[in-house]
């Protein structure tokens, strides 16, 4: 039955919260992330993340974003997606970030940026995922991507799925899922995966609405649907920023409360280095 899961339900207590960000380019975006993560931070989540430019474009941010998370005591998880690099240069990241002690990677193939040449030793994450237990063993914990929408240039659902669990058979994990406004699109993914043996906790990726055609834009390119009666409603505030917000706020609440009572092993929410909105949605779930 769609909106129940078939796994056993959370205790609150063992649920897990994480938040992502992206590198800032600038002093100034460096400074603001440092003020939304200290916000964050009192909500007590297990990681922050840091997302990684495809073809390595911010290498170093990523890596200082990643640094000063740590710092401050708090457990940071870079992303790292292959497409375009070789293993050597892979494998120097890895090293890297062994190094400094980091415990946490989400593993991704990235997005090829139109018109570049791709190149490279890797082809898909599952690749990735190996690469990364053959030179590190167990060191890393390992998160991928799902889809409970499919990933836009998956030939059918199944073949998604089957890629899916690629990746959990090379070592992943956990996986962290595409954000989505349909509900039922993760209860029935998660059907799907209890069905095909993949027992890795599976955490819905939560995506606030700040701005719609930021939105829009996001979500024609990764393929997370915006359903229709959503997005007429948002195109109706025009301008209106404040009551876009309102509503997206009771939107996402909804889902995640409903995601929770429904056995979601938490959360991870897509936070574009801002704490407000997130830290409101906490509130209101009594988290
Ligand atoms: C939580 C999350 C975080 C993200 N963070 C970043 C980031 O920091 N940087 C970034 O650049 N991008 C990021 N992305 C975007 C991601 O890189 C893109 O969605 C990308 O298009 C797919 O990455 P993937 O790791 O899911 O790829 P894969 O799992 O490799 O899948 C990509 C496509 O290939 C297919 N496929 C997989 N294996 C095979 C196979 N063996 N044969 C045939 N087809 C196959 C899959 O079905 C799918 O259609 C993130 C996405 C999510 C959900």
Redesign the pocket.
């Known amino acids: 039955m769609p909106g129940v899961l078939a796994v056993k339900p959370m205790n609150k207590q063992d649920r897990i919260y994480s938040f992502e960000f992206f590198p800032p380019k600038t002093q100034e975006g460096m400074a603001k992330l440092r003020e939304a993560r200290k916000q964050l931070a009192q909500l007590g989540p297990k990681f922050f993340s840091v ?4 073809g390595g474009s911010t290498r170093d941010r990523t890596l200082e974003t990643v640094l000063e998370i740590q710092a401050a005591g708090n457990e940071a998880a870079p ?1 790292l ?1 292959c497409i375009s690099s070789s293993r050597d240069d892979i494998r120097t990241i890895l090293a890297q970030y062994k190094t400094h002690g980091i415990r946490h990677i ?1 593993a ?4 090829i940026p139109s018109g570049a040449v791709t190149g490279g030793d890797f082809h ?3 690749e990735l995922v190996e690469f990364i237990r053959q030179e590190t063993g167990d060191w890393f914990e390992i998160e ?2 799902a889809y409970p929408e499919f ?1 836009p ?2 030939p059918s659902a199944r ?2 799925l089957d ?1 899916f669990k ?2 959990v058979n090379a070592g992943a994990n956990a996986a ?3 954000y989505f406004y349909n509900a039922d699109a993760y209860f029935r993914f998660m059907e799907d995966c209890n069905a095909a043996g993949i027992t890795i906790p599976i955490y819905p ?1 939560v995506m606030p609405i700040y701005n719609f055609t930021q939105l829009s834009r996001f979500s024609a390119m ?1 393929g997370a649907e915006i359903p229709r009666w959503l997005r007429l409603r948002l195109q109706d505030y025009g301008d209106d920023l404040a009551s876009l917000r309102a509503f997206g706020l009771d939107v996402v609440t909804e889902l995640c409360d409903r995601m929770l009572a429904s056995g979601a092993p938490g959360l991870h929410f897509y936070t574009l280095n801002q704490a407000g909105t997130i830290s409101t949605i906490w509130q209101r779930l009594g988290l």
């Open positions: 997302t990684f430019g495809a992303h997606s989400v991704l193939r990235g997005d898909y994450a599952s991928v991507a990933h240039e998956a073949a998604d890629n690629r990746k962290i899922t595409q990726g990764c």
